[in-house]
């Protein structure tokens, strides 16, 4: 029985530690992207573009005005007057452009004579190197992954000596 504990903490903190990295590399999209998405069209993300920087937080549509929290210093909760036609799909949930005087709508114009002009640009990768960095990343991924897989069993080891001593579970 204490083996079927020392699994579920193992894997447990294995479990929490993952999801902690995938927040951290994706600077707090993570939750706020599954908050969006679990409130199943009730909440829509706010891309907020300012001077220095883009990013995103959670926001609600009521009564024809968009309701979100600034992420400066101070929490300001603002309001914006919504245009029609501003709220379109990315990711599979509703978005809108903020800029910092109001609601911006998406241009797809403008988007795609960016995308034709990134692929036209002259600069091209070898795709060699980038098969060879391939190769070499997955190579590193699964030694790391074989001395996590080590370390695992050691650490089972490790829990199962510590809850002996301790006599606590």
């Known amino acids: 029985m204490n083996q079927i504990f020392t699994y579920m903490l193992t894997y447990g903190m294995l479990f929490v530690l993952f999801i902690g ?12 992207f599954m908050k969006v998405k679990g409130s199943r069209g ?13 990013y995103f937080v959670v926001g609600v549509i009521k009564e024809g005005l968009l309701i979100y929290k600034d992420r400066t210093s101070k929490q300001i909760v ?3 007057k919504l245009n029609t036609g501003a709220v379109y799909r990315k990711l599979n949930l509703n978005f809108v452009n903020v800029d910092g005087t109001g609601v911006s709508a998406y241009d797809p114009l403008k988007f ?48 199962d000596a510590g809850i002996q001593v301790v006599g606590v579970v």
């Open 112 to 159: 795609e004579a960016l995308h034709i002009r990134a692929l036209m640009s002259k600069e091209v990768t070898d795709i060699n190197k980038f098969l060879v960095a391939t190769i070499i990343i997955g190579i590193i991924t699964l030694i790391v992954l074989a001395i996590l897989f080590m370390k695992v069993t050691d650490l089972t080891a490790v829990v």
């Open 42 to 54: 009730k909440k829509l993300m706010v891309e907020v573009r300012s001077k220095l920087e883009t």
């Open 21 to 32: 990295l995938i927040q951290f590399l994706t600077n707090g999209f993570f939750f706020k």
């Open 78 to 80: 603002k309001k914006l």
